[in-house]
């Protein structure tokens, strides 16, 4: 088969479907190129279907839909480039993958739980770790003097104080730039000298420009600016530099950048918000202590995923250098164990094995140590509910806490191991009630308001991953011969019966559980007619969608609407869910994992909200297709009926 050359097919598809003033819009989802035209009758439907690298052509939802593939992101940029350079007044360039009309909470919600993703687990054991270090020094077994704290601390304490690189690395996939290059930008916020310039608190300039220094140890948004902003100077250098000097001039050019821009744009802003913000409450701390209280106890977890806390510490440690106190920092340990108990409600409510195992010792870390990352960023976050509960939790309890007045007398890391810091300032009973207020408060609203999740199957309950049933779980019928081929080692080939080894099958399982339909009952033209591949549709009955194969996550809509995943074996997949669910731009979609990233069968892709999705009108049935259908011996759907996800749904012998 001839190579396509997808940018001038775009031409082809525009001059066919009657130029660039016959289209009012034009977008794109993961395989289709979705145009309103202005007057069809300009449209020649049958030439485009024969374009090379045309799949089909179809009309659906007022939309003239061209089916590509995975190649239609390049079809649609030479596209709408042409729009535009043809002076088209057609909407190009709102793709519907771009997710702009996506509320934009959820949008940065789901960016960092994806950057987070990776690094969960080893945030959740060192969050641990660091746990009980606490604990050994609090009973007396440790002495923070001592030079085996010094170490065990080191190897707690290195996964925070180190997370910018850790996420550089997965901030780099996520926005496609050299994750070698980011590391080194993180690098330079932690050097030691920059630090020194930091604690120093002299004016500190660059090139005769002012550089207004924060502290970047712990942060998060930081380098995920720096990512974002790197991505556009990385394309924009691929345009101009030679390719004879670009492999070093680029991370040269980055360097000299980015690191100056962070420092000088990044921790201003960061920083004088974060003190605009203190102001504010220490303001408010004078006039209403338990507004004050409120303020800090629920925006304080906030203030710690925006990396604006270290604006305020400043605050904290210049009170108890004159004081001895700081009433401003007293509600801080409402939200930290606000945050641990709603985690902790996740742990003893969820049904997903999964989640319970990165819930259990994130809420114990978070809790005991007021590490609250593992807990953040690993179960709260993600969820939503959880963070906004414990969000409310903390504000109660840090409206009793500002009225008690309580406050430590020394800097230390708000957790129920830190109590008995906060003996000798303000009302101690009353600061136990509001502490054990805001854990009440978050834990309940979280155990009853959180939807519990789907349980894993118990292969996942006892290893943490998806194993398919057997083979004969899904028992063919005599009425489909196909179906032989999924128990039966004879395999019927084109010319004859081949023998081929039933362990060179690869099982594709149900990503959801529902009732599984036949491809050509799906209720959209492109799937029923296995121009994407042969495969099955699975009307859902829960919310999770999961991974139906091991595999590399090859592509993955920023509505979250769709996933493109390739096994080992060479088999490609394409999970859709729902039916042109791509126009809700994301929402009802929190997407769990990354282009990129490599995930076994049962590993979750998404949670949706199907019952939000029909009510907006759309169908729910999610396509599971093998788009490589064509390359592979045989593809064989089980039948079709109720399914289990896990279950198998597709028997391939590549």
């Not at 270090?133 to 925070?160: K, N």
């Not at 414990?390 to 009793?400: M, S």
């Not at 939807?451 to 049933?469: I, L, N």
């Amino acid at each position: 088969m001839a190579k396509v050359d997808y940018p001038a097919l775009a031409d082809d598809i525009l001059e066919k479907v009657g130029g660039p003033g016959n289209v009012e819009t034009a977008t794109h989802c993961i395989t289709r190129l979705r145009l309103r035209v202005r007057d069809i009758e300009k449209v020649d439907k049958q030439a485009v279907g024969q374009l090379p690298g045309v799949i089909t052509v179809v009309e659906a939802g007022g939309q003239l839909q061209v089916v590509i593939g995975d190649n239609v992101g390049t079809v649609y940029n030479a596209f709408a480039r042409h729009l535009t350079d043809n002076g088209g007044s057609s909407k190009a360039g709102q793709d519907d993958q771009s997710g702009e009309k996506q509320n934009l909470v959820n949008r940065f919600i789901q960016l960092v739980s994806a950057i987070f993703l990776p690094v969960v687990w080893t945030l959740a054991g060192a969050g641990l770790f660091k746990a009980f270090v606490a604990l050994a020094v609090t009973l007396g077994v440790l002495r923070e003097e001592s030079q085996t704290f010094i170490i065990l601390d080191a190897a707690a304490d290195s996964v925070l104080y180190f997370l910018p690189v850790l996420l550089a690395i997965t901030t780099a996939k996520r926005f496609g730039v050299n994750q070698f290059v980011l590391v080194a930008i993180a690098g330079a916020l932690l050097y030691p000298s920059i630090i020194a310039l930091t604690d120093a608190g002299e004016p500190v300039y660059f090139m005769g420009i002012p550089v207004v220094m924060m502290s970047y140890v712990s942060s998060v948004i930081p380098i995920i600016v720096a990512g974002w902003l790197l991505s556009y100077l990385e394309r924009g250098m691929d345009k101009v530099l030679p390719s004879s000097i670009r492999n070093f001039t680029k991370p040269l050019i980055s360097l000299f950048v980015m690191v100056p821009l962070v420092l000088i744009v990044v921790g201003p802003v960061a920083t004088y918000a974060a003190q605009g913000l203190a102001a504010g409450i220490t303001y408010l701390f004078n006039l209403a202590p338990w507004l004050g209280g409120a303020l800090m106890g629920g925006l304080w977890q906030v203030l710690v995923i925006f990396g604006l806390h270290w604006g305020i510490v400043p605050v904290f440690i210049n009170d108890l250098s004159t004081t001895g106190y700081s009433l401003l920092a007293g509600p801080t340990i409402a939200a930290v164990l606000a945050q641990g108990a709603s985690t902790l409600a996740v742990f003893l409510r969820s049904r997903s094995a999964k989640r319970r195992q990165v819930a259990g010792p994130a809420a114990l870390s978070g809790i005991l140590a007021g590490v609250t990352e593992p807990a953040i960023y690993g179960v709260n976050l993600p969820l939503k509910r959880p963070l906004y509960f414990g969000i409310v939790g903390g504000a109660v309890g840090g409206a009793i806490i500002g009225i008690a007045g309580s406050a430590a007398n020394t800097f230390v890391v708000p957790s129920a191991l830190a109590l008995p810091a906060y003996l000798y300032v303000g009302n101690f009973a009353l600061l136990l009630i509001g502490c054990v207020a805001a854990m009440i408060v978050a834990f309940l609203l979280t155990f009853f308001f959180v939807d519990r999740e789907t349980p894993d199957d118990k292969a996942d309950a006892a290893s943490g991953a998806v194993v398919p049933p057997p083979a004969d779980a899904v028992a063919p019928t005599p009425q489909d011969p196909s179906a032989v081929t999924a128990a039966n080692p004879a395999v019927t080939g084109g010319t004859g019966t081949t023998t081929v080894s039933r362990r060179a099958a690869v099982d594709i399982v149900a990503p959801v559980s529902g009732q599984m339909v036949a491809l050509d009952e799906i209720p959209d033209k492109v799937f029923a007619s296995g121009a994407l591949g042969s495969g099955v549709g699975i009307v859902p009955s829960e919310n999770v969608v999961r991974a139906p194969i091991s595999g590399k996550v090859v592509t993955v809509a920023s509505s979250g609407h769709a996933f493109g995943l390739k096994s080992a074996d060479g088999v490609e997949l394409l999970v859709h869910i729902g039916i042109d669910t791509v126009e809700l731009k994301g929402e009802h979609f929190t997407v769990a994992v990354a282009k990129g990233d490599l995930v076994e069968a049962g590993d979750e892709l998404a949670t949706v909200d199907f019952q939000a999705i029909k009510n907006a009108g759309y169908d729910t049935t999610t396509a599971v297709t093998v788009t490589n259908t064509a390359k592979l011996q045989e593809v064989t759907p089980a039948v079709v009926g109720p399914v289990e996800a896990g279950a198998p749904a597709v028997v391939v012998i590549p």
